[in-house]
């Protein structure tokens, strides 16, 4: 069966899925194939495409490479497959999943070179408030914040900051300023301790993809908890446009390990809650 061939949201069902380890660092991955049905319109509406016979292999990612749970990924699926209480993944691994309807987000990215579609957000099937000409265009959003950033930040301006107040009380006028007390000698200071062992470091990714799911994950966990996916995504690649005007970001592949590993660091410092 064929892989979509465009950008969007769907929805589709989990005709098989399984643990497994995946990519050079083994991570725990639930792995999931998806037929499609369903497709997203601009008025809100959904579009049988079924036609089509898209299929395409969404990899959930459980854990970090710094070995912690991988909670954005935990919380999607949960919600998009609420028989699942989110505690033990044999009980996913057993379930049935081929009877519940859920929403994946596909991109189209780059990687050494290879173009292919990508599940980038999964989702229930109703999750969707918006529609017509509300609906959130993440890449229309990222080329507008990155043609006109500039020229707002220009138009903005500095802020001033005000003046410290004066600490202290004021002293009346003619009289002398009360004399501040010698200070006491200093102590000796204490014999210095050996520090402690620095913590090791965690592996760094091994290619460019794993290091955008580090910074993307990074930053999805530091964004206001009510925000919804579409938020998330539109907050990301318009910080991303920041740190790297000019660049062509229409996919993860954009940037190298260490520009990826720039926006794990610097990002989450720059979201501006709405």
Not at 3 to 18: D, K, S, T, V
Not at 57 to 75: A, E, M, P, R
Not at 137 to 146: E, L, Q, T
Not at 155 to 181: D, E, F, I, N, Y
């Amino acid at each position: 069966m064929p892989l979509p061939n465009r950008e969007g949201r769907f929805q589709a069902y989990a005709a098989r899925h399984a643990l497994r380890y995946v990519g050079q660092n083994k991570l725990p991955t639930l792995v999931a194939e998806y037929q499609v049905l369903n497709e997203l319109q601009g008025d809100g509406s959904w579009a049988d495409v079924s036609a089509e016979q898209f299929q395409i292999s969404g990899f959930h990612y459980l854990q970090k490479l710094d070995g912690q749970l991988n909670t954005i990924t935990i919380d999607q699926l949960r919600r998009a497959w609420p028989q699942w209480d989110g505690r033990d993944l044999a009980a996913l691994e057993a379930t049935n999943l081929s009877q519940t309807l859920v929403q994946i987000t596909v991109g189209i990215e780059t990687f050494n070179g290879k173009t292919s579609p990508k599940v980038n957000w999964l989702s229930a099937a109703d999750d969707d408030s918006q529609g017509g000409l509300t609906m959130k265009d993440p890449k229309a959003a990222r080329g507008i914040v990155n043609a006109l950033g500039a020229k707002l930040r220009a138009h903005a301006g500095g802020t001033q900051m005000k003046s410290a107040p004066p600490q202290g009380k004021p002293v009346p006028p003619g009289r002398p300023a009360p004399q501040t007390p010698a200070a006491a000698a200093p102590k000796p200071p204490p014999k210095p301790t050996a520090p402690a062992p620095a913590p090791p470091s965690p592996p760094k990714p091994a290619s460019s993809q794993e290091a955008s799911v580090l910074a993307w994950n990074t930053f999805a966990e530091a964004c206001p908890p009510a925000w919804k996916p579409e938020d998330v995504e539109n907050e990301f690649w318009r910080i991303v446009g920041e740190l790297f005007p000019g660049r062509d970001l229409s996919n993860f592949g954009a940037l190298s390990i260490e520009e990826w590993l720039q926006v794990k660091e610097q990002a989450p410092g720059k979201i501006v809650p709405f």
